[in-house]
């Protein structure tokens, strides 16, 4: 219940103080003299006054319509004009969506009417009406893109691709995908020209203005096969590493990946550190279309129609993980990423004309004088330099000389007490191969008794550089740099006039500077020796004795074979307890 306070007209009349009764004069003359105080009553307050109010003409019921009619269609103009507006503020300025990756940094979602003037991914609506995402790489940017680049694109991608599935299902919440998960609202570049989202540069030739592996390729290739691929890989040989293992080691993996999901595979060396792929290895398998146009080779996702994969991008479209069988106990579950190497190393693994002669000629050597005659070979792998071993105890220092060889010894005397023969003529035709990045552990006491693996190429100790020079201090590149104590990166990035100033950094975005022909040559010498020593040990010996740290090791098992260094125990690892594994991340 409340009170209400009533209109003035609506009070009623006040009662009288005393109950009386109203009298009037009885007589007619008096009665008449009233009359003109009576007048006519007023209209009821509750009631429609049957003539107009202060003489106005009551309006019509078509008057009345068309007046409402008149609000209505204003007040729809009004909104209208505010919807475009506010399109219109919506076109003409960016929407910014702030959000932070995984590494830390921070970045902004802009929705612009126009393409960027980088790489980068965008967000576009498709021919049905629908949010997708694609990237977009101009026309007019070099390829490849530097390391620091994709790694950021790829970033970027993540993002989008969850910001878009976030919009589309109105969730809270960003999404998370497992690798093999294949995004349907990523909407591939060529696929976003034809619907005209994205500049048409099909006619474009690969790489067309750059000088890299891939542009050559494209113009060797268009004579013949005018087609381009319709899935394609390009592995980038550049990284910020100076060893040479775990880029072999990405290279076959990607080959494989490529062979697996029948993909056209090219290989890309305009940055690379030692130089030309060619100067190293036989010219890879050549495919039977054309590169697709640069501006459609993307680093991620996955399951885009033209990939490129590097050091710096392969953990985000290779993981590893992915191939292993969790099921199988030790190094057996790495058998699916096994298999990927071995297929890139039997298809790639092709060293240039003389070395491949020298290849043969040694292993026929080793096999004739050992193998024929009952002997096994032992492959002794010792890595120094700036790789020191996984073992706590040994983690500042290498392993001792003695327990390479104490374990080939064995391995020796195990093989032979397997005949049941005492009289062992097999253990006496055994061989010993070692190779090292170190020139000082082959003057080792402790491996008096083992042979080089190659002697085609080594590297030298400063004192033996200074003693070939004969005293002239003069030759192309540093002075008299020796390899002491084995492989350096800052030794290696030293190489050449630029004292240094080559080692990738983050003012080049991680690229190293171009170096100049000397340096090269001293790199392409560390390369190939490098190269031989796996070649000859993988391919000669029976089993090998390496320390796990060193990717050269894991190389190792790979030109073995899993059956005979896995399944048959020819691979040992003596630093832990560790079985072998695949890249190391």
Not at 135 to 155: D, G, R, T, W
Not at 240 to 265: I, P
Not at 469 to 495: C, M, P, Q, T, Y
Request: hydrophobic share 35%.
């Amino acid at each position: 219940m409340y009170l209400r306070r009533y209109p003035s007209s609506l009070h009623p009349p006040s009662a009288p103080t005393t109950p009386t009764s109203p009298s009037f004069p009885s007589s007619p003359s008096k009665l008449s003299s009233f009359k003109h105080l009576l007048g006519d009553p007023p209209p009821s307050p509750g009631l429609p006054s049957l003539i107009p109010r202060h003489g106005k003409t009551p309006p019509s019921f078509r008057y009345r319509y068309q007046l409402r009619v008149l609000i209505w269609m204003v007040l729809g103009a009004g909104v209208l004009y505010a919807l475009a507006f506010s399109q219109l503020r919506l076109k003409r300025s960016s929407h910014i969506i702030n959000y932070e990756t995984n590494d830390g940094q921070s970045y902004e979602i802009v929705g612009e009417d126009v393409l960027p003037d980088h790489p980068s991914p965008v967000m576009v609506t498709d021919a049905h009406g629908k949010a997708r995402w694609t990237v977009f790489i101009p026309a007019n940017a070099s390829f490849p893109l530097a390391p620091k680049e994709y790694q950021e694109l790829c970033a970027h991608s993540t993002e989008m691709s969850q910001h878009v599935a976030q919009m589309k299902s109105h969730a809270s919440h960003k999404w998370h995908f497992t690798y093999r998960h294949a995004d349907t609202n990523f909407l591939d570049v060529h696929e976003a020209a034809r619907q005209g989202l994205l500049p048409d540069e099909s006619s474009r030739a690969a790489a067309g203005k750059e000088a890299g592996s891939l542009a050559n390729l494209a113009q060797q290739q268009a004579i013949t096969s005018p087609k381009v691929c319709d899935r394609s890989l390009t592995f980038v040989l550049e990284s910020e590493e100076a060893g040479l293992g775990n880029t072999l080691m990405q290279l076959w993996m990607a080959y494989g990946f490529a062979k697996k999901e029948n993909r056209a595979f090219f290989i890309e060396d305009k940055h690379w550190a030692y130089g030309k792929y060619e100067t190293l290895f036989s010219p890879p398998p050549k495919p039977s279309c054309l590169p697709p146009p640069t501006s459609q080779i993307l680093p991620c996702p996955s399951h885009a129609a033209h990939l490129v994969i590097s050091a710096a991008t392969i953990k985000n479209t290779i993981l590893s993980d992915s191939y292993r069988d969790f099921r199988k106990a030790d190094s057996t579950h790495q058998s699916n990423i096994f298999a990927l190497m071995r297929d890139g190393y039997e298809s790639l693994f092709h060293l240039i004309t003389d070395d491949a002669k020298y290849l043969k000629e040694r292993v026929e050597s080793f096999s004739k004088s050992v193998t024929h005659k009952g002997g096994i070979i032992i492959g002794v792998h010792v890595r120094h330099g700036d790789r020191h071993p996984y073992e706590f105890q040994y983690a500042e220092n290498y392993i001792p000389l003695h327990r390479y060889m104490s374990t080939a010894r064995e391995l020796i005397s195990s093989a032979a007490n397997n005949t049941g023969k005492k009289d062992l003529s097999g253990k006496r035709y055994s061989q010993i191969l070692i190779a090292s990045d170190d020139p000082e552990v082959y003057d080792s006491d402790e491996v008096e008794s083992a042979q080089r693996a190659q002697e085609r190429i080594s590297m030298a100790t400063k004192k033996a550089v200074d003693a070939a020079a004969g005293g002239n201090a003069k030759r192309g590149v540093d002075d008299s740099i020796g390899f002491e104590g084995g492989f350096f990166k800052d030794i290696f990035w030293s190489l050449g006039a630029n004292g240094g100033k080559s080692a990738p950094n983050s003012v080049n975005q991680g690229r190293p500077l171009p170096a100049s022909g000397d340096t090269l040559k001293v790199r392409e010498l560390l390369a190939r020796a490098y190269l031989l020593d796996l070649a000859v040990m993988g391919q000669a010996s029976d089993a090998v004795v390496c320390g796990y740290s060193a990717a050269g090791c894991r190389i190792l098992a790979v030109m073995m074979g899993w059956n005979k260094a896995i399944v048959r125990g020819g691979w040992h690892n003596i630093d832990g307890a560790w079985g072998w594994k695949d890249i190391e991340w």
